[in-house]
């Protein structure tokens, strides 16, 4: 085509509009199927227990199946309306995960009931209902994050707010009286009435959220190399404060709480968010050597810890007292074998505390090293999404922000698990949607929704301009563009 002639090729569509693109699958079909899987799924499990319990069905289990439906596509709607291009696994995944959770608390209440029949004492309060409970309130959180951060960017302003109010969280119980926050020698819980919350779980978000807006400010600082040693270049002396700041933290909260599992979450946490800010080898090892530090301070003051630590490496030479928790679990997971006893033909309820802290020994003794493998594989997914999520967003924050929080679950996982099967020392954290408790598990719900606005940033398209109508050369206009540095000439 000539220059100065008018155009003969047919007129351009419109564009798309702005933040979307046309035929771009969202993934919410896949969502929506998978989430009727977990369901089936969920009600499946629940007539297994009531078969191997009852010895009898009911119509109820159906009902049950479909109010759990309900509530998990009113969950799916609200992705759909506020996250669309959200990644598709991440709810199914923890919807599946907390369903089983809520099968295996109701199967220690109809054990616990009967055990209380063949006594003659009154049946406890089941478990089961507040449970449900607390899921409501999670899901409900679930929905408010995801409707009132509609860009996880803007919580980056908030980033000191949220620091302070973490630490003030974190610190609260250990400032409280004992008897409104101390439970099994731990002060972590604020009791008020019959209703108490552990404050830390929400801490753990808030300071992930602080860690990766002043790690993205301060990137320069924490990249900048010291001396060389060993092939490594390490940081410079004085930019080693917040790590020892966050050292000091730690052992703060297991002098004043005796919680050796924040501890360990909070520094393994901000460990490995300086390592995906700088990439360097060094401030792992550093973390490391300051961890092994602080783990001999703490075995040499505090006797707690010693009681955990001799419990970890003999649990049969005090097995009916203080060995008598883990020693059953022990118990627990070895009956269950490869392919368990089966939903509701186990003995979990032997262990103390089986619905919260040794929930995975519950598990294992029922559905086996079979189920145990299954599970560890879709709290994999859920894991491996959100990383996933951390790499293909666009922002720094977004990507250390999607880090914290999957590592966060990553690391309770391993810590919980490597208690219960005696791979490290018990540390009193519980499993992630699976554990009985309501602090955790509406923390960690709106911890999933963060992770969800995260992963639809990095899945959406980007914005798209509307296209320039074609005009000919001949009566384009002109544009006065400044030459570098003509303004100093």
């Not at 003995?347 to 020994?361: C, G, I, K, N, Y």
Request: hydrophobic share 55%; glycine share 10%.
């Amino acid at each position: 085509m000539a220059a100065g002639l008018p155009s003969t090729a047919p007129p351009r569509p419109d564009p798309a509009p702005a933040g979307r693109a046309p035929g771009l699958p969202t993934g919410r079909t896949i969502e929506l199927l998978l989430l009727v899987f977990a369901a089936v799924l969920v009600t499946g499990a629940l007539v297994l227990v009531e078969a191997n319990q009852e010895q009898e069905l009911t119509t109820s289990l159906l009902y049950v199946g479909a109010a759990y439906l309900v509530v998990l596509t009113i969950a799916h709607l609200a992705v759909r309306r506020f996250a669309p291009y959200a990644d598709p696994l991440i709810l199914p995944a923890v919807a599946l995960l907390n369903g089983l959770g809520l099968v295996m608390i109701h199967r220690l209440d109809l054990a616990d009931a009967d055990r209380a029949a063949l006594l003659g004492n009154a049946p406890p309060s089941a478990l089961i209902a507040r449970q449900v409970a607390w899921t409501a309130i999670g899901l409900a959180l679930f929905i408010a994050v995801l409707w009132v951060v509609k860009d996880h960017r803007t919580l980056a302003r908030y980033a000191f707010t949220c620091g302070f109010a973490g630490l003030v969280l974190l610190a609260l119980p250990g400032l409280l009286p004992s008897s409104i926050s101390e439970v099994n020698g731990a002060k972590l819980w604020i009791r008020v009435g019959g209703v108490g919350i552990q404050p830390g779980e929400f801490a753990k978000i808030l300071l992930i959220i602080f860690f990766a807006a002043f790690l993205v400010q301060k990137r320069d600082l924490f990249s900048t190399a010291g001396r060389r040693f060993l092939g490594m270049e390490l940081p410079r002396a004085r930019d080693l404060a917040p790590l020892i700041v966050a050292w000091g933290l730690s052992v703060g909260v297991l002098v004043v709480e005796r919680d050796l599992g924040t501890s360990l979450l909070f520094f393994g946490i901000l460990l490995v968010l300086l390592y995906a800010a700088t990439e360097r080898v060094s401030w792992m090892l550093i973390g490391l050597a300051f961890f092994v530090v602080g783990a001999v301070i703490a075995y040499q003051l505090f006797g707690h810890v010693q009681v955990r630590v001799q419990i970890w490496l003999d649990p049969f030479a005090d097995y009916d007292n203080r060995g008598y928790q883990l020693a059953q679990a022990l118990f627990g997971l070895g009956t269950g074998g490869v392919g368990g006893t089966g939903l509701g033909a186990g003995r979990p309820d032997l262990v103390p505390f089986a619905e919260s802290d040794f929930m995975w020994s519950s598990l294992g003794e029922e559905l086996g090293l079979i189920g145990l493998a299954a599970i560890l594989i879709v709290y994999l997914v859920l894991i491996t999404r959100g990383l996933r999520s951390a790499l293909a967003v666009r922002d720094s924050f977004g990507k250390l922000l999607a880090t914290g929080l999957s590592f966060a679950v990553a690391l309770q996982i391993f810590v919980v698990i490597g208690g219960v099967t005696k791979l490290i020392p018990l540390t009193g954290l519980t499993l992630p949607f699976l554990s009985y408790g309501g602090s955790s598990l509406v923390a960690n719900y709106a911890l999933v929704a963060m992770l969800l606005r995260i992963s639809n940033a990095a899945r959406a398209p980007l914005t798209r301009r509307p296209a320039a109508p074609a005009v000919a050369i001949a009566d384009a206009g002109t544009e006065l563009v400044a030459r570098p540095g003509a303004a100093d000439s």
